[in-house]
C-alpha cells in the first residue's frame, strides 16, 4: 500500500493507492504535484494500519483492477473502512474500472452482483465515488452516495483525429446492436458514417435469460384452468451475419466500453474485411485483455487495439505491439482536485447527453 500527504503542496487531503503504485496512480501523483510515496508492507492477509492522522481530513483511494479481483475489492474495502474509523472528513473512492459491472442485471436464479459490491462500499465508509464509463449507467443508482461517471470518448476522439491517418475515410463500426448508441454518439461526433454487425454469436451476457424466465416446464393438476393456456414468449433464432453499412474501402473503428475476451472483437474484424474494410481499430475505454487475448489479437486482422489505462496491462502490451494505450489520468487528477476544493464538476461533463 503506498500513502501520499499532499500538505506539502498546499492542497490538504490524503491519496491512498493499495497496490504498487501502476502507471495510472504515477501519472496522477504527477500532475498533483505530490511527493514520492512511501513504501508499507504488506502481509498476505490484508491488513491496513494508517500511519499518520487522517482526522478531518478529506482521504482519495485510487484501486485499479488487478488479475485478482476478489483480493481488489477487499483491500478497497478495508483501507475505507480503516480511515473510516479513523475520523476521516471524506472518503472518495476512485475506481477507474468498477469491477463486476457487467454483472448489473438479473439472471436465472442469479444475483445482480454489481449493487452488492456498491452496497458494501457504502457500508465500509465511502462518501463519494469517482469512476469511468460504467458498463450501464443505471449502476449508479445502486449507491446512495454521490457518483461521477467520467467518460474517456474525449481522449479517444482526440486518438482518432491525431493519430489515425486519412480518419475521414472511416466508418464507425458497432459489433452488436447492444453498441450501436456508442458508436452513434462516436460518428456523430466525427462527422462520419456508421454500420452494426447483426446476427454473429452474442455474448454471454446477452444471450443467458433473466430471472423472470422461470415457470415450469410441465403442467400440473394445480396450474390454472387448462382453457386459459400461457402464450410463450417465441425463442430468438440468431440471424446469417449481416453488416447494415458500407464498409468497403474504408477504415472501420470498432467502439465498444470493454474489452475482455476477445473472440467477438476477433470475429466482427474478419467479417469487415471480409466486407472490404482495409484497416481495422478496435477502441475501449477499459482493456481487461484476460487470457490469450494478446495472442489472440496480434493473430488476427485487427491492425490496432486502443485502450484507456484504467486497468494497468503493461504485460499484455509486452505481448502484443498492436495495443496501444491513452492516458487518461488528467481528468482524474483534475476531479480529485475539484471535488477536495468543493468546485463543480460540470466542467468535466462538457457536450455529454443522456445517450452518451
Do not use: W
Not at 467520467?150 to 491517418?165: D, G
Not at 452474442?202 to 382453457?227: L, M
Not at 474489452?259 to 481487461?288: C, N, P, Q, W
Amino acid at each position: 500500500m503506498f500513502i501520499v500527504r499532499s500538505s506539502q503542496t498546499g492542497l490538504n487531503f490524503f491519496l491512498f493507492f493499495p497496490h504498487c503504485p501502476c502507471g495510472l496512480f504515477l501519472s496522477i501523483r504527477h500532475i498533483l504535484t505530490l511527493p514520492p510515496p512511501p513504501p508499507v508492507s504488506v502481509p498476505i492477509e490484508t491488513r491496513v494500519q494508517v500511519q499518520e492522522s487522517v482526522r478531518g481530513k478529506d482521504v482519495f483511494v485510487i484501486q485499479t483492477v488487478s488479475k485478482d479481483v476478489n483480493t481488489t475489492i477487499m483491500e478497497m474495502l478495508i483501507l475505507v473502512y480503516a480511515c473510516r474509523t479513523s475520523c476521516a472528513r471524506s472518503i472518495t473512492g476512485v475506481l477507474p474500472y468498477f469491477p463486476y459491472s457487467k454483472q448489473c442485471k438479473m439472471r436465472k436464479r442469479g444475483s445482480i452482483v454489481s449493487k452488492l459490491i456498491a452496497s458494501m462500499m457504502c457500508k465500509a465508509g465511502l462518501t463519494h465515488l469517482i469512476t469511468m464509463d460504467l458498463h450501464q449507467k443505471e449502476i449508479q443508482g445502486f449507491f446512495n452516495i454521490p457518483v461521477d461517471n467520467l467518460r474517456a470518448s474525449p481522449f479517444l476522439l482526440q486518438y482518432i483525429q491525431e493519430e489515425i491517418p486519412d480518419y475521414r475515410n472511416a466508418v464507425i463500426v458497432a459489433k452488436s446492436p447492444a453498441s450501436a448508441k456508442r458508436a452513434q454518439s462516436f460518428a456523430e461526433r466525427l462527422r462520419l458514417g456508421i454500420a452494426v454487425i447483426h446476427g454473429e454469436a452474442q455474448d454471454a451476457e446477452s444471450d443467458q435469460v433473466d430471472g423472470r424466465h422461470s415457470p415450469p416446464t410441465v403442467k400440473t393438476s394445480r396450474a390454472i384452468h387448462p382453457s386459459m393456456d400461457i402464450p410463450l414468449l417465441i425463442p430468438k433464432e440468431k440471424p446469417p451475419i449481416t453488416v447494415v453499412g458500407d464498409v468497403g474501402g474504408r477504415i472501420a473503428i470498432i467502439v465498444d466500453d470493454i474489452i475482455d475476451d476477445v473472440d467477438s472483437f476477433v470475429a466482427a474484424a474478419e467479417t469487415l474485411k471480409e466486407r472490404g474494410a482495409y484497416k481495422i481499430y478496435v477502441m475501449a475505454t477499459h482493456g481487461i485483455l484476460s487470457l490469450d487475448a494478446p495472442r489472440f489479437i496480434e493473430e488476427s486482422a485487427i491492425d490496432e487495439v486502443v485502450v484507456t489505462n484504467t486497468i494497468p496491462h503493461e504485460l499484455q502490451k509486452l505481448q502484443c505491439p498492436k495495443i496501444k494505450t491513452v492516458d487518461i489520468s488528467i481528468i482524474l487528477s483534475e476531479a480529485i482536485r475539484r471535488i477536495h476544493n468543493g468546485e463543480s464538476m460540470s466542467y468535466l461533463f462538457r457536450n455529454i447527453g443522456m445517450d452518451d
